[in-house]
């Protein structure tokens, strides 16, 4: 490969698909497959999706949820039973329909989402309101198969998440339940990806087909878009009622169940992909990072077994954080924009007279900065240095998305929003046709989410009273 196209080549400001398009390739995060619409994760990628799937596992089971697993394949006859939901699904659906040369008696789907094939055993469990509440979640991959331009992470036809699925005695408990995980969610994407949402409703037109109501997260990315990080749906009865889920209350009468779904996917990686990369690459977030410190010895022949062991005594020093030494067969210029490509938060440098003086270059990867640090306080400049770094992350996004909103009151003020790379705050009716008419009218420009507790006026279209919404082109 030429060395000039080893770099990112285009400017993140300049061209911002073609620079996440090189970051993606170029840092080693996924590849393109042969089957259009699917992108293969490389280790880079999977180990960013591991720290997630660990963090979030872990939340998910203090909070009393148990890991599941159900098939694949679900019957079309599951599928169809809920009318509004295999209606929201049905032109992104994958079918199965033969084994082998012999027709199946029935398609099986290949799962687009879950509801469906675990209702149907839910109902088989369920039995009192002693069973309740079911708290399962699911990690898996799913398949949709709809849609004109793929994107790695962003959009494609099968991508990895989880899905959480779970039954309560009351409408209380499940309401409480919905906004437990919308908080789990937000803490999660803002504590350890440094990335700012905005949290509340989707209206009716954009809520999960078959869910009561549907809550989101959504982040502003750099180029004015919206990315929704992750969803929390209020099913009520919706499922519940033609999946036969019933149970025998305190009562000793018959009741029916109320239920939530919510998740999150490895869309996230491209969130932060995003959110944070600059031009010379791939920028993590300590809290999320694989790699914490990747130590770079400059090498000659006279002093190399020195160097080699001050750096593998400077790794031990560092044994609470991942670190990895590199000692490729590369230059240490093209080592450093390698690790710079790849976002590792933290590169050491230490060469003979670093030895010597006893004392080390710590170079972070957000700003660039370099400090000459004494080896004994390497492990504290260390610390600080991610504190600060992901601290200082979140503050830049933040400060974006609060710079990026604007009131509109008309359509014109939508597109110009728009055209500038803005979100717009106005206030909307929520109604469908009002939604669609806005949508027709500003060439792509939706409804994000309606904020929780929201102030009302006149609706931007209709005239109509309705609450703030906020609304942006999306991915």
């Known amino acids: 490969m030429a060395e000039d196209t080893l770099g990112i080549t285009v400017g993140k400001k300049e061209d911002f698909s073609e620079w996440y398009t090189q970051v993606v390739t170029k840092a080693e995060l996924a590849d393109y497959s042969l089957v259009s619409g699917c992108m293969v994760l490389r280790p880079g990628s999977f180990a960013i999706w591991e720290k997630i799937q660990s963090h979030l596992d872990g939340k998910f089971k203090e909070t009393g949820?148990?890991?599941?697993?159900?098939?694949?394949?679900?019957?079309?006859?599951?599928?169809?039973?809920?009318?509004?939901?295999?209606?929201?699904?049905?032109?992104?659906?994958a079918w199965v329909t033969h084994a082998g040369d012999s027709p199946l008696n029935e398609r099986l789907a290949i799962r687009p989402t879950s509801e469906t094939i675990m209702y149907d055993s839910y109902s088989k469990w369920l039995r009192s309101w002693r069973d309740l509440p079911f708290l399962y979640n699911?990690?898996?991959?799913?398949?949709?198969?709809?849609?004109?331009?793929?994107?790695?992470?962003?959009?494609?036809?099968?991508?990895?998440?989880?899905?959480?699925?779970?039954?309560?005695e009351t409408q209380k408990d499940a309401v409480e339940e919905v906004m437990q995980i919308l908080h789990l969610y937000r803490d999660t994407i803002e504590q350890e990806f440094a990335i700012p949402v905005i949290i509340g409703k989707k209206t009716e037109k954009e809520k999960f087909a078959g869910a009561d109501f549907t809550t989101t997260l959504e982040a502003m990315m750099p180029d004015g878009k919206a990315l929704q990080m992750g969803t929390s749906h209020h099913l009520a009865q919706n499922f519940a009622k033609p999946f036969g889920l019933r149970f025998q209350g305190r009562d000793g009468k018959e009741q029916i169940p109320w239920q939530t779904s919510w998740g999150v996917s490895t869309r996230l990686i491209g969130a932060i992909i995003m959110a944070h990369g600059d031009d010379k690459g791939l920028v993590l977030p300590p809290n999320v990072a694989p790699l914490h410190v990747a130590i770079v010895p400059i090498l000659f022949e006279d002093t190399r077994e020195k160097v080699i062991a001050a750096a593998e005594k400077l790794k031990t020093s560092l044994n609470e954080y991942s670190v990895e030494l590199d000692l490729r067969d590369h230059k240490p210029g093209w080592k450093f924009n390698d690790w710079e490509m790849k976002g590792v938060p933290i590169r050491i440098e230490i060469g003979?007279?670093?030895?010597?003086?006893?004392?080390?270059?710590?170079?972070?990867?957000?700003?660039?900065?370099?400090?000459?640090?004494?080896?004994?306080?390497?492990?504290?400049?260390?610390?600080?240095?991610?504190?600060?770094?992901?601290?200082?992350?979140?503050?830049?996004?933040?400060?974006?998305?609060?710079?990026?909103?604007?009131?509109?009151?008309?359509?014109?003020?939508?597109?110009?929003?728009?055209?500038?790379e803005k979100w717009s705050s106005a206030f909307f009716c929520g109604k469908e046709d009002c939604e669609e008419d806005i949508k027709e009218k500003t060439g792509g420009i939706t409804t994000r989410v309606v904020p929780f507790n929201a102030d009302s006026g006149s609706c931007l279209n209709c005239g109509k009273k309705g609450p703030q919404t906020y609304f942006a082109k999306a991915y």
């Open 352 to 420: 003979p007279r670093d030895v010597d003086n006893n004392q080390v270059v710590v170079a972070r990867r957000d700003t660039g900065e370099k400090q000459t640090v004494a080896m004994d306080d390497v492990a504290q400049q260390v610390r600080s240095a991610l504190e600060e770094m992901q601290k200082s992350l979140f503050d830049v996004q933040k400060k974006f998305l609060d710079s990026n909103i604007r009131d509109a009151t008309t359509i014109e003020d939508l597109k110009k929003n728009a055209e500038e």
């Open 138 to 168: 699911q990690w898996c991959s799913v398949v949709r198969w709809e849609f004109k331009y793929p994107r790695p992470f962003l959009r494609t036809r099968e991508f990895l998440w989880q899905e959480g699925h779970t039954v309560h």
């Open 65 to 93: 949820h148990k890991n599941v697993y159900f098939p694949l394949f679900i019957p079309e006859s599951l599928l169809t039973k809920e009318s509004d939901h295999v209606e929201g699904f049905s032109p992104e659906v």
